[in-house]
T-cell receptor, first 115, second 113 residues
Framework: AQSVAQPEDQVNVAEGNPLTVKCTYS??????LFWYVQYPNRGLQFLLK??????LVKGSYGFEAEFNKSQTSFHLKKPSALVSDSALYFC?????????????FGKGTLLTVNP | DGGITQSPKYLFRKEGQNVTLSCEQN?????MYWYRQDPGQGLRLIYY???????QKGDIAEGYSVSREKKESFPLTVTSAQKNPTAFYLC????????????FGSGTRLTVV
C-alpha cells in the first residue's frame, strides 16, 4: 500500500520569507512524487515531480522540492514567498513498480502568505 | 488547447434526484478518474477507468455510477443512494505511462437543496 502524510494542515509565512510545505510518503518500492496547487474553486495544477535523477527538483512559479530517500520525504520549498502563493498544496505519490498507476494524495496543506 | 472540461461548474440537486456530472478530455489520455473533495479530507477516489468500456470502483463508490463509452468522456452520476452528495467533484486524466501525473479539470460544485 502507498500513503502520503502532510503533517501540517496550515502554514503561515510572511511575504518575502522562505516557505516549506512538508510531505512524507510510504511505498513498497521506489516512488514517483508530485506536488500540485489548488486555488479556490479550481482544479489542481501540476507544480513539479520527481521521477528519477537529481534529488532537487525545480518546478513552476519558483518552487522546488527535495527528494530524501532516507527520510522518505519530499518537502516543497520556495526561497521568497509571495502573497499570490496562498493556496492549497497537495503532495502525491505512486509506486514506480505499481501496475495501476494510481496516485495517492495527501490531505493538503493550506498556505497563507501574509503581506 | 488540450485539456479537461467539467460541466456544469455549479449544480444543485433536490433530495431523491439523480444528477450527472460531465467530464470531457481532448488530451488523448487513456485513463480517467473521479475524485470527491471535502474540506479537510483531501481527495477521495470514487471511480477510475483505464480503458474504454472498463472501470473500477475507488474508495467511496457507493451511491455513484460511471460509464466509459468513449475515450474522451467519463460522466459521473450521483444517485439518490448517495446520502451526502454535497461536495466539490474533480475529474482527472493521465497519459498511458503516468509519468506526468494527472491533469485535472476545474471541478463541479454540487449542492443538495
Amino acid at each position: 500500500a502507498q500513503s502520503v502524510a502532510q503533517p501540517e494542515d496550515q502554514v503561515n509565512v510572511a511575504e518575502g520569507n522562505p516557505l516549506t510545505v512538508k510531505c512524507t510518503y510510504s511505498v513498497s518500492g521506489n516512488p514517483y512524487l508530485f506536488w500540485y496547487v489548488q486555488y479556490p474553486n479550481r482544479g489542481l495544477q501540476f507544480l513539479l515531480k520527481y521521477i528519477t535523477g537529481d534529488n532537487l527538483v525545480k518546478g513552476s512559479y519558483g518552487f522546488e522540492a527535495e527528494f530524501n530517500k532516507s527520510q522518505t520525504s519530499f518537502h516543497l520549498k520556495k526561497p521568497s514567498a509571495l502573497v499570490s502563493d496562498s493556496a492549497l498544496y497537495f503532495c502525491a505519490v505512486r509506486d514506480r513498480g505499481g501496475s495501476n498507476y494510481k496516485l495517492t494524495f495527501g490531505k493538503g496543506t493550506l498556505l497563507t502568505v501574509n503581506p | 488547447d488540450g485539456g479537461i472540461t467539467q460541466s456544469p461548474k455549479y449544480l444543485f440537486r433536490k433530495e431523491g434526484q439523480n444528477v450527472t456530472l460531465s467530464c470531457e478530455q481532448n488530451l488523448n489520455h487513456d485513463a480517467m478518474y473521479w475524485y470527491r473533495q471535502d474540506p479537510g479530507q483531501g481527495l477521495r477516489l470514487i471511480y477510475y477507468s483505464q480503458i474504454v468500456n472498463d472501470f473500477q470502483k475507488g474508495d467511496i463508490a457507493e451511491g455513484y455510477s460511471v460509464s466509459r463509452e468513449k475515450k474522451e468522456s467519463f460522466p459521473l452520476t450521483v444517485t439518490s443512494a448517495q446520502k451526502n452528495p454535497t461536495a466539490f467533484y474533480l475529474c482527472a486524466s493521465r497519459t498511458w505511462d503516468g509519468l506526468y501525473g494527472y491533469t485535472f479539470g476545474s471541478g463541479t460544485r454540487l449542492t443538495v437543496v
